[in-house]
């Protein structure tokens, strides 16, 4: 089990920035992957990027070059910059954690990004 805690998210114009924050109960650094999905109105929630424990990474082609995935194992933290905020990335985004290839998810309650003028 683990439990994830989000923040950071927020109203910003486009164009602008946002830093997310997810905090997770236990050591990460033995966690198989950590990522962050997102969820707009009615659309079902996606894949916006992922860290292995490894380090590789992976984004989906709508964010890549704009947003950067991080994680602090030493503070059992995991990021998301995003930078050059479009409308289209306004979703309440959410923290997921994956204990092993195969194992469950876990999730946390979610933050919401709103991109607007």
């Known amino acids: 089990q683990v439990q994830l805690v989000e923040s950071g998210g927020g109203l910003v114009q486009p164009g602008g920035s946002l830093r997310l924050s997810c905090a997770a109960s236990?050591?990460?650094?033995?966690?198989?992957?950590m990522g962050w999905y997102r969820q707009a109105p009615g659309k079902q929630r996606e894949l916006v990027a992922h860290i292995i424990n490894g380090g590789s990474t992976n984004y989906a082609d709508s964010v890549k070059g704009r947003f950067t995935i991080s994680r602090d194992n030493a503070k059992n933290m995991i990021y998301l910059q995003m930078n050059s905020l479009e409308p289209g990335d306004t979703a309440a985004y959410y923290c997921?954690?994956?204990?092993?290839?195969?194992?469950?998810?876990?999730w946390g309650q979610g933050t919401q990004v709103t991109v607007s003028s």
């Open positions: 236990r050591s990460i650094s033995i966690i198989y992957a």
């Open positions: 997921n954690a994956k204990t092993s290839a195969f194992g469950p998810n876990f």
